[in-house]
């Protein structure tokens, strides 16, 4: 017959389809990021002293149930939704009447001023001088270090808040997390979400209202890097913002 | 010479593509196969409560610098029983009792312990920093979270995390 041989099918679109689906899979297919709330864990202490007394207004207690009810400062909350809420209330009320005394169950503000800082750096600098020139247990000295550092912290975050005074919520307040045994974890991530939330809009509202950059930016710039002295500039910016809105988490093991 | 110039009529015959498709698709495979979410491979079925204002773990793992815990029931349901309240510990895919049944030996102590020594030299961060992520399930009691803590504040491995799922702005 014909000497023309029989056209082979054309398979060159094949690979074309391979394609669309292999690219259909690397969308769809997600390599799982890994997100969670870091939180510390207190030191272990052999001796254990007598709790000290924290005023009823700086105390905020999240409480969950076996049955997940949720109750905030003895109210029962019937939407998890409100509590980030609650939170913003408890550090938002007296924020506006630094060193003032105000009259309701919020936890009070304080101010500390530029010099006020230095004189206790320099209290503590002559403290750890006496203390290692008497050659004091070292983790007292250490304990002091740290406290240096704290005030060191607080003087840099003054000198980029610039202003004269820092004010500061009450130093004992915190908010509590106290479940039960039973309570379902979901619910202990709910509380810790929006604790989380509400610290998160504070901290950034105020970053916002400083330097116009979001709190995620700063954050994601420190945890990114590796080398912490190119992010010197963020690091004492999340210091302030700590500072300012400190997150004194309180998760209290549960009995029953 | 001449000898090319006599096939000169013919035109260059293509490159075979034929293989081509079969490349692909192994790649395909490859990816269908590597893809697959590290949530499913624990022998314990965790689905993680959602959240949001996470941090992201990402850059820990890249500096070694997190060890991860698995809380939920036994994929085995006939392995459930054993465990208090059915739930069980996966620590690198081996199903331990919840920490109840351990606080004499001590094996999340000594899991952890060993994981940091096997840490490579550029992690220098000391223990107390190293973050153990506990992926739990939704309905896993809390009070293994805090029985996970005191575990942890025995052997002064002080950073936890409470993995959850960021629908939100990642």
């Not at chain 1, 590796?226 to 009995?255: G, H, Q, S, W």
């Amino acid at each position: 017959m014909s000497k023309r041989e029989v056209q082979e099918i054309n398979a060159g679109s094949m690979a074309d389809i391979a394609f669309l689906l292999l690219i259909f899979f690397l969308v769809t297919t997600t390599m799982d990021k890994d997100q969670a709330y870091i939180r510390s864990i207190p030191k272990k202490i052999e001796v254990v002293n007598k709790p000290v007394e924290v005023e009823k207004r700086n105390i905020l207690a999240i409480k969950a149930n076996t049955q997940n009810q949720l109750m905030v400062r003895g109210e029962i909350f019937s939407d998890p939704d409100k509590i980030s809420e609650f939170i913003l209330k408890f550090y938002r009320t007296n924020e506006k009447s630094p060193g003032q005394y105000v009259d309701n169950d919020m936890p009070l503000y304080s101010v500390i001023t530029v010099d006020q800082i230095q004189q206790n750096i320099d209290f503590i600098v002559s403290e750890i001088e006496a203390m290692e020139a008497a050659g004091s247990p070292s983790d007292m000295v250490t304990f002091k270090y740290n406290q240096l550092t704290e005030w060191e912290k607080k003087q840099r975050a003054l000198k980029i808040y610039g202003k004269n005074q820092l004010p500061e919520i009450h130093f004992q307040a915190n908010i509590r997390i106290e479940v039960m045994q039973a309570t379902a974890y979901s619910i202990f991530a709910k509380i810790q979400t929006e604790i989380e939330e509400a610290i998160y809009q504070l901290r950034d509202e105020e970053s916002m209202r400083l330097w116009n950059v979001s709190y995620g930016t700063l954050k994601r710039k420190e945890a990114n890097e590796n080398d912490k002295n190119k992010v010197k500039e963020e690091k004492d910016k999340l210091d302030l913002l700590e500072i300012l809105y400190p997150a004194r988490l309180i998760e209290v093991t549960p009995k029953i | 010479m001449s000898k090319f110039k006599k096939d000169g009529g013919r035109s260059m015959p293509g490159v075979n593509t034929s293989s081509l498709p079969d490349i692909v698709f192994m790649l395909l495979f490859f990816f269908m196969v590597a893809t697959t979410s590290k949530e499913n491979d624990p022998t314990v079925k965790v689905e993680s409560p959602e959240g949001s204002r996470t941090m992201d773990l990402t850059p820990f793992k890249q500096r070694s610098e997190v060890d991860f815990m698995y809380l939920g029931q036994p994929r085995n349901p006939a392995r459930a029983s054993q465990f208090k309240m059915g739930y069980a510990l996966s620590l690198d895919n081996v199903v331990q009792a919840t920490p109840d049944g351990l606080y004499n030996t001590n094996t999340i102590g000594q899991w952890k312990k060993d994981k940091f020594e096997q840490k490579p030299a550029r992690m220098t961060s000391p223990i107390e920093l190293v973050i153990t992520c506990v992926k739990a399930d939704k309905t896993a009691p809390s009070g293994f979270i805090f029985d996970i803590r005191k575990e942890l504040q025995e052997i002064n491995a002080l950073t936890i995390a409470y993995a959850v799922r960021d629908n939100g702005n990642i």
